[in-house]
C-alpha cells in the first residue's frame, strides 16, 4: 500500500540502495537526513526546530552501524522518534492546582483555536475528579459566545458566570472571581475571547483580565493545524501574560500537529491534554510517544491498536500469537484475523483514522471492505490441506479456487502473496522462528499488509 | 480608502515578518549568492508556503537571474514577487448570477470563520441592494444557530432555521423555498465545522450539496471553502477533501489581519491551481472583508523598497 507518506515510507528508498552494506555511509545521511527534513516541514514543525532536531539526528548517527534486526532507515526512524519524545516529555503534563484551594485556570489563544470548548471539557474533567468548578465567559467580542458556553456546560451540571450585556471583559472577570469566591468553589476557569497578538488592544485586555483573576495556570489553547507560526504565537503570548502549559485541539483529524513539538522547543513549557473531537467528553491526557508517532506520520498507532484490541477476541489472538512464535502462521489464521478485522468495523475508517495517510490515495485505493470479503471468500474456498500448507497452491489449485470463490486469478496470486508478506513480517515481529532480534511488540495490524513502525 | 489599500492595511501587521526577515538577510553589496537565496527559501517555508510551493518560486527567481543576468536585490524581490503572484493567478472575483438566484454555501473545518464570513457577504450584498437570506444550517454545535442570528441583526438579512439537532438538509430546503417566495437574489449557507477526514460528516455536506442541486436546478450555487490563514500544510487536505465532496468553487482566506502571513494560500494554489481564491478575511467586524488581491498579496511578503 503506498498510503503511508510516513518518514519510514520517505526512507525505505535509500535503505533499498544500502542494502548488503554494514555501515551507513555520509552520504546515505545526508539522503536520509534531507527526508527527515522535509517530513517534519509538511508536519508544520517550525523550521528552526527542524534544523537544530537535523544537526541533533545527524551528530547521533555519524558513521552508525547497521544493525542486524532494523533496516538502517528504521533505525533513523527510531533516533529520530527518540530525540522527538525526548523534547515532547517537557515538564509537568498534570494540570497544577493551587495549594491555596482556589486554582484559577485562564484559557487564551487565536480566534477558533477551541478555548470555549475546551473550558467545557476541563469543567467536567474537573467535576469528575471530585472538584467544584465554576465557568465563566469573558468573551465580549464573538457573538453568542456566552451563550455557547452556557450550553456546553448545562449538561455537565456546571455553573456558567457570565454578563451578557456588559462589554467590559476586565470587570466581568473580576466579578466571576468575586461570585466564585462567594460559591466556594474550588476551581474558576476562565474562558477569553479569541485573539491575534498582534492586537494590540486586545492583548491589553487580556493583560488586564490576567492581573485580575491572578489565574494559576495560564494555558494556550492551539489548534493542531496550525502552521509556521505556533512558535511566535506562543512566545508573544508567553510575553505578554505568561504560560504555563499548552492544550492542542481538533487531533481527531489528519494534522499531524508539528507545532506541538515546535512549542515544547522553543518554550520547554508542558502539553496539558488534547481534544480530539467537538463533544465535551472528548478529551484525552497527552503521551509523547503517541504525539512523535503522529508528527513522524506513522499514525496514532497506538489507538489503532487499542481499538483493534477492543474487539479482538483475546484467546484467538494468543493462538494466533502462539502458532506464530512457532512459525506456523497459516491462511487459516489469516482467515480469522479478517473476521477480528471485520468485527472492528469499517477498514476505510480505520486506515482513515490514522493521520499522514493520504486521504486521496486512500479514496482511490481499493481499501476497500469488499476486498476483505473477497479475501475471505478465496481462504474459504481452499481445503483444509491448502490452507494449512500454502505451498500446495500450484497453478490450477488456483484456478479452482478463483472460480468457487467467484474471483480472479490475479486475485487468488494477490492474496497469496500478501499471506506470506503478512507471515513474514509478523515473524520479524514477534522475534519467533527468526534469527532477527527480538522487537518490542509494537507490530502491524495482522492482515492488512502491517504499518511500519 | 480605497479597496486595495484596506486590503494592504489588514496585511500591514503582517507583512513584518518576511520582510523582517529579508532585511536581516543583510544582503551584501545589494547582490544575492547563493547562499541567501537559500535563506530567502527558507523564509517562505517559514512563511507556511510548504516545500514544494517554495523550491517552485525559487526555481522561478533563480531561473530569471541566470537569464537576465542579475542578482541585484531589487531585481530578486520583484522576481519573488512575480513568481509568487503567477502562482497565485489572475484576480479573480466571487461573480453572481445576475437574473437568478445565488446560493452560496459555505463549508470548512471547525472555526475556519464560516458563520462570520456568511454575515460580513450577507451585510455586503445587502449593502448592494440585493435581497439576502440566511439559512442556519449549522444545527450541531452550541449556539451556532444564535451566533448567526446576530449576525442576521447586523445585515438585516432575515435568517431561516430549525432547532436545535435538526437535519440540516431539512434547513436548507426551507430556505430555498423561502428564498423562492421572497425572490431572495443571494442565499447564504453556513453549515457546521467538520474535519475533512471525518466520513460520516463529509457525507452529509455532499447530501447538502445534492439537495441544493435538485431543489434548485435553475440557482447558481457556488460552495465556498473558508481557509484559516494561520492553517499549515493540512490546508492541502482540507481544500481536496472539500472538493471531493462539495465541489468547491473558491476559497476564502480568513484571519489574515492576524499573525500569519497565509502563505499557505500560495500552496494551495500551487498544488490545485483549479480553485480560486476570491475573498479574503481581515478581522472580525462586519467590513472586514475584501477581495482577494493577489498582487498585493504577493507584494506584502516583501519588504518596501529602501528609500535611496
Ligand atoms: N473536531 C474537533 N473540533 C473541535 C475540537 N475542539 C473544538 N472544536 C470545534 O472548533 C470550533 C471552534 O471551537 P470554539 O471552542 O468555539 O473555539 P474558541 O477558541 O472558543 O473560538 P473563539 O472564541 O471564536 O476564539 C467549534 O466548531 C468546536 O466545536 C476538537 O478537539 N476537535
Ligand atoms: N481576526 C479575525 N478573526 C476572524 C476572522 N474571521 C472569523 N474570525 C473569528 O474566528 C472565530 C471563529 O469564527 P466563526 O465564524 O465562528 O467560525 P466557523 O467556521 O463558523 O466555526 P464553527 O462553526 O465552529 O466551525 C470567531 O471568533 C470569529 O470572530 C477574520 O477574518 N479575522
Ligand atoms: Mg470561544
Ligand atoms: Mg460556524
Redesign the interface.
Known sequence: MALFESLTGRLQAITERMRGRTRVTEQDLKAMTREIRLALLEADVNYQVVRDLVADINERCAGMEVMESLTPGQQVVKYVHEAIVDLLSIGNNKLALSPSGFTVIMLYGLQGSGKTTMAAKLARHLKETGRRPLLTSVDVHRPAAALQLEILAQPLGVEVYSEPQNRDAVEIARNAVARARYLMRDVLIVDTAGRMTVDNELMDELKAIAAVVKPTQKLLIVDAMIGQEAVNIALAFDQAVGLDGYIMTKLDGDARGGAALSIAKMTGKPIKFIGTGERVEDIEAYDPERMASRILGMGDVLSLIEKASRHLDEKKAQQTLERLQKNQFSLQDMLEQFEQVQKMGSLRDLVGMIPGVNQKKLAETDVDDSIVDRNMAIIRSMTPRERENPKLLNASRRRRIALGSGTTVQQVNQLVNQYEQTARMMRSFTGGGSKRGRRRGRGGLPGMGGFPF | MSLLNRFRKGLE??RN?ISEGIRQLQVALGHYDEEMLDELE?LL????L??PAATQVMDRVRAAIRSERNDREDFVHARLAAAVQEILGPKRELRLAPDRLNILLLVG?????KTTTAGKLALRYGREGKRVLLAAADT????AI??L???SERSGAPMIRHATGADPAAVVFDAISAARARSADVLIVDTA?R?????NLMAELAKIRRIIGREAPDALCQTLLTL?A??????L?QA??FS?AAEVNGLILT?L????KG??AVAVAWTLPEIPILLAGLG?GAEDLMDFDPEAFARSLLPEPRNG
Open positions: 501587521k503582517t515578518f527558507m517555508v517559514q512563511a507556511d510548504g516545500v473545518v471547525n472555526g475556519s470563520g450541531f454545535r452550541a449556539a444564535e451566533q442570528e446576530v449576525w465545522g474535519l475533512q477526514t471525518k466520513q484559516d494561520t492553517t499549515g500544510q493540512n490546508a487536505s481536496r477533501l471531493e484571519k489581519d492576524g499573525n500569519s502563505g499557505i472580525e
